[in-house]
C-alpha cells in the first residue's frame, strides 16, 4: 500500500497537469492583397502569412508573396521570414518587426534573384477565430533589381489557432 504522504502530491501533481495552462491563442493564417510602390509598375499582387506567437508579444512569421508587373509580362515572387512585437491590447493587435527573404523578379526573358529586408508596421484584428489585418512594408531589395519596389500595402483575413 502506498504512503498517503506520497499519494497526495502525486494526485495533485496529476490535477495540476490535466487543468493545464489557460489557453493560448498559438497564431494564425491570413491570405492577403498587397499594394506595391511604385503603382506605376506593380499591379495588386497576393500572399499568404503563417504567424506563431511566443510569450504572447512576439510573433514569428513566414510570408509568401506575389506581385504582377502592371501591363507587362512579369512577375516578382517574394519569401519573407519576420520577427515582431505584437503586444496584444484587447482584440486588437499592433505590430512591428524587420523581416529577410528572398525575391525573384522576371520579366519577358530576364530574371533577377536577389535578398530582400523589410521593416514592418501594422495592426490585427482578432474576433473569435476570425483575424483581419493590415500592414506597411518597407522594403529594400539587393543588387540592382529589374524594377524597383520599395513599399507595399497589404489587407487581409485568415483564421486563428
Do not use: N
Request: glycine share 12%; charged share 15%; proline share 7%.
Amino acid at each position: 500500500m502506498v504512503p498517503l504522504r506520497r499519494l497526495v502530491p502525486a494526485v495533485l501533481a496529476l490535477a495540476w497537469a490535466m487543468a493545464g495552462a489557460p489557453a493560448a491563442e498559438a497564431g494564425d493564417v491570413t491570405a492577403f492583397v498587397t499594394f506595391p510602390s511604385p503603382s506605376d509598375a506593380w499591379s495588386r499582387g497576393y500572399g499568404a502569412a503563417l504567424t506563431s506567437t511566443w510569450f504572447h508579444v512576439v510573433g514569428l512569421e513566414a510570408e509568401a508573396a506575389r506581385m504582377p508587373l502592371d501591363g507587362a509580362a512579369g512577375t516578382m515572387t517574394s519569401f519573407t521570414g519576420s520577427v515582431m512585437l505584437a503586444p496584444p491590447v484587447g482584440v486588437i493587435v499592433p505590430y512591428g518587426g524587420l523581416g529577410v527573404g528572398l525575391f525573384r523578379q522576371s520579366l519577358s526573358t530576364t530574371a533577377d534573384t536577389g535578398t530582400l529586408k523589410c521593416f514592418i508596421l501594422g495592426v490585427k484584428v482578432k474576433l473569435g477565430l476570425l483575424v483581419v489585418r493590415g500592414d506597411y512594408r518597407s522594403l529594400r531589395l539587393s543588387g540592382d533589381p529589374l524594377l524597383p519596389m520599395d513599399k507595399r500595402i497589404s489587407i487581409g483575413a485568415g483564421i486563428s489557432f
